[in-house]
Every structure is written in C-alpha cells, then in structure tokens.
T-cell receptor
Framework: KAGVTQTPRYLIKTRGQQVTLSCSPI?????VSWYQQTPGQGLQFLFE???????NKGNFPGRFSGRQFSNSRSEMNVSTLELGDSALYLC??????????????FGPGTRLTVL | TQLLEQSPQFLSIQEGENLTVYCNSS?????LQWYRQEPGEGPVLLVT?????EVKKLKRLTFQFGDARKDSSLHITAAQPGDTGLYLC???????FGAGTRLTVKP
C-alpha cells in the first residue's frame, strides 16, 4: 500500500508570490490534514478536509487555503508569500471515520523557502 | 487553545543510557499521542494513550498518561542510536502538537 505522497518536495519562492502544494493520501483514506512545521513554533495545524469539506481549521490567516477533490487528493495554497511562511508543510491522511484518534499517516513534507 | 509544552527541548546522551521526556499542559485531553520524526520524513505514530494513569510499553519505550490527563511522559531504556529523532506529543481531540524533544543518541 503506497504511503502519503507530497509534491513538490522542495520549493523556492519570493515574497509576494503564491504557491500550491499537493498531497495524495493513502488509498481509501478520506481525511487529509495539513500542518506547518518550523523550528520556533513546532508543528501547527492548518486545516483538515474530509469528503471535500473543510472539517477543522487552525488559527492561520486567510492567505492559507485548501481544497480536497473527489478522489481525496488535496491541495494547499498560500497567497502573497511572506518570509515567515518558510517552513516544512506536512500532509497527513487518515480514514477519518469513528473516533478522533484514528492513526494519521504523514507524508515526507514540502520544504518551502521564501526569499 | 490547548498548549502543550515538551521538555527538554534538546537531549544528547550516550548509547545505553536511560532517559525521560515530558509533555505537559494546563488543559485536559481526551487522549494523547506520541510521534517520532526522523530527518527528511514526516512524524510516525508510536502510541496513543487514552485512560488517565495508563502505562503502555513498546519494546524499550514506556509511555505514561497522567492521572488527570494533562501530562504524559516517555521513558526510553538503554537508548540506541536508532532512537535518535524528534519526539512529538499531540493532544486530542484537536491534535495540537508540542514543539518536540530532539534526542540524539551517540554510539
């Protein structure tokens, strides 16, 4: 069974640009969550999608948005990039059913650098 | 917002030593998860603790959930270089993560 895949693995952008990151969950998983990981703030929850609907949202500005497609693949978009957006962006998938501590499987992440 | 504090932030020890890392909060969690993350990879779930006072063992790793479900500890016996990584705790149901403990085990 293939794991969670994220593309691209590395990305360099300049301030003011926008970026789209992609995540393909494990086959059969309907929940996809996105996290931002930085040395200073640790792992912070961005949002979760389940069956194409945003189910939970963290405390990030509106520049951060996402969507999920009918095949459960998800994309995350960041507009008007700032230097502070440089981070590792992780995607995690789970079945999304039942109790909240269903195991999440993380992808390797996309390393975004904003210059 | 449920804030999780992990300590120590960094830990460097020799192979064979024992260690304990902590995850503390002022909030009560329904359950708590521990993950390990290695360089270039995403976190991998080690364990979920659900009941206050619960103790779970995974080979040389022992996880304990506090009686009040506000804190947890991870104890590693006879650490090995393969234990090197970033150890993260996450409180549920909101899956809010701590900043992690970066463990280095030297051969």
């Amino acid at each position: 069974k293939a794991g969670v895949t994220q593309t691209p693995r590395y990305l360099i952008k300049t301030r003011g640009q926008q970026v789209t990151l992609s995540c393909s969950p494990i086959s059969g998983h309907r929940s996809v969550s996105w996290y931002q990981q930085t040395p200073g703030q640790g792992l912070q929850f961005l949002f979760e999608y389940f069956s194409e609907t945003q189910r939970n949202k963290g405390n990030f500005p509106g520049r951060f948005s996402g969507r999920q497609f009918s095949n459960s693949r998800s994309e995350m978009n960041v507009s008007t990039l700032e230097l502070g957006d440089s981070a590792l962006y992780l995607c995690a998938s789970s079945s999304g059913r039942g109790n909240s501590y269903n195991e999440q499987f993380f992808g390797p992440g996309t390393r975004l650098t904003v210059l | 917002t449920q804030l999780l504090e992990q300590s120590p932030q960094f830990l460097s020890i020799q192979e064979g030593e024992n260690l304990t890392v902590y995850c503390n909060s002022s909030s009560v969690f329904s359950s708590l998860q521990w993950y390990r993350q290695e360089p270039g990879e995403g976190p991998v779930l080690l364990v979920t603790v659900v009941t206050g006072g619960e103790v779970k063992k995974l080979k040389r790793l022992t996880f304990q959930f506090g009686d009040a479900r506000k804190d947890s500890s991870l104890h590693i016996t006879a650490a090995q270089p393969g234990d090197t990584g970033l150890y993260l705790c996450a409180g549920l149901p909101n899956r809010r993560f701590g900043a992690g403990t970066r463990l280095t085990v030297k051969p």
